[in-house]
């Protein structure tokens, strides 16, 4: 029998901290996962929805706080489905997102063993973010520009984030007064024109470029670029998306960054880590579990505008990027004429398409190197990579659970997980980088 029903209240104790900052409690043994609680906290629920092995339930009341609550000072938390981390002191966090990645390696991909080997907190918990996209919508019958509500698809109006660049929300701030004093309304789906405004910050430069997404033409191109210019001294471009289409209204539609000694030309539909400091520190991870000798050939997949393979192409004999996004291989072709490099190969095509013609063509990797979405690698990638035996495999991964299932396919096809460990991104919020070692098993 299931002890709970929804819309009862009950006392609880929570127990610790799920993945994606759920708190884990228990009514009768029966497991009920609240969002906003602690370790420690002793809360009043009320259960919202009934599975077959767990309930969900909201905050109604913190009776007892854990002293891992902190008060925060985020006036949009927790309306804001950004940060779901922030009622929680910064240790709190570090250890929830240990034990986060941890327990999902051993119950997604059963190493019962597996601990991290280090984990590497963030020196700066805010105003660390490099990009933020502000959403368009309508209140009151006035454009607004904000992010998404944590419990539906509205947009929650943001005057300052505390974890972005400061200049961001008084760009799109900008780009709300100009739309509304032009009688520019927000695209629903069905009708209007703005969709939103995408903010990017370069470190190295100190720069900002932003891009509006829009559903059709916008009037007074040039006046909203004005109107973001005059909100900020460091835009150095400003571009507008139209169905797929980009083309610049001012400036330049690229941004320059420097990391690991290299420079690295952006353009806005290329990804890049949203935080510089931390960046280098997981590339560093992924480059030291990679431990590349001078005639190693390197396979880095999903390279993005190739950041991990230029790195590895100051110690290795061949370095050979796949990027499905062209535009992305464009930006690391550039920048390794940039940076004089001339080890390092890029190609534009699925991994899972170009990976096993690579190898059936002799380019046989003694390290790959792994950086995929969030959905992680496809089993087609994963043969293709352990047809070929490389030495190491380095899986880089924002994801615990696709991490988990893609490491067990690894590992079922003769490796050995040989180092672990986290980078901490994305402070405040549920997420976290993981990197991977796997090492092929020796042959008895």
């Known amino acids: 029998m299931i002890p709970v029903s929804v819309g009862e209240e009950y006392v609880i104790c929570i127990e610790s901290v799920a993945a994606l900052g759920s708190g884990v409690g228990r009514v009768n043994g029966f497991t009920v996962f609240v969002p906003l609680t602690a370790g420690g906290d002793v809360v009043k629920v009320r259960i919202i929805r009934v599975r077959r092995s767990f309930a969900e339930a909201e905050l109604i009341e913190v009776i007892e706080p854990s002293p891992d609550r ?15 981390l922030r009622h929680m002191n910064y240790g709190a966090q570090v250890e929830c997102k240990r034990m986060m990645v941890e327990d999902t390696m051993k119950r997604i991909g059963g190493f019962k063993d597996f601990v991290l080997d280090k984990f590497i907190p963030a020196p700066n918990t805010d105003h660390y973010r490099n990009k933020a996209v502000f959403r368009a919508s309508e209140r009151n019958g006035r454009v607004i520009f904000g992010f998404s509500s944590a419990k539906s698809r509205d947009i ?18 900008a780009a709300a007064d100009h739309a509304n004093k032009h009688g520019i309304r927000a695209y629903d789906g069905r009708k209007g024109t703005l969709k939103s405004v995408f903010v990017r910050s370069s470190r190295a430069s100190g720069k900002i470029a932003a891009v509006i997404s829009a559903a059709g033409k916008l009037p007074e191109e040039r006046g909203l670029a004005d109107a973001l210019i005059a909100a900020s001294g460091k835009i150095s471009g400003v571009m507008l ?13 690229t941004l320059t960054e420097n990391i690991l000694g290299i420079r690295f030309d952006i353009s806005p539909e290329s990804f890049l880590q949203v935080n510089p400091g931390q960046t280098e520190q997981l590339y560093k991870t992924a480059l030291d579990f990679a431990d590349i000798g001078g005639n190693d050939t ?19 004999g061949r370095v050979i990027g796949v990027e499905k996004n062209e535009r992305a291989v464009r930006d690391a072709r550039r920048n390794a004429e940039l940076n004089g490099i001339r080890n390092a190969e890029f190609f534009a095509a699925g991994a899972e398409d170009i990976v096993p013609e ?9 390290v790959v ?5 969030r959905s992680g690698s496809s089993e087609k990638t994963i043969d293709a990579i352990c047809s070929a035996q490389p030495g190491r495999i380095v899986y880089v991964s924002c994801d615990s659970a ?24 994305f402070p405040h919020t549920s997420h976290v980088e993981t990197v991977v070692r796997l090492s092929k098993c020796k042959r008895e």
């Open 70 to 84: 902190t008060e925060q000072e985020c006036p949009y938390f927790p309306r804001c489905g950004g940060c779901r």
């Open 358 to 366: 690579l190898i059936k063509s002799g380019a046989t990797p003694d």
């Open 369 to 373: 190197i792994l950086d995929p979405p």
């Open 298 to 316: 390197v396979m880095d997949l999903y390279c993005g505008i190739g950041t991990i393979s230029l790195a590895a192409a100051k110690n290795a």
């Open 241 to 253: 998306e139209n169905n797929g289409k980009l083309h610049t209204v001012y400036g330049s539609e």
């Open 156 to 173: 929650i109006p943001i005057g300052h984030c505390l974890i972005c660049d400061a200049d961001f929300a008084e760009i799109a701030a």
């Open 402 to 425: 696709s991490l988990a299932r893609d490491v067990k396919r690894i590992a079922c096809r003769g490796y050995r997980i040989s180092r672990a460990a986290a980078v901490d991104m």
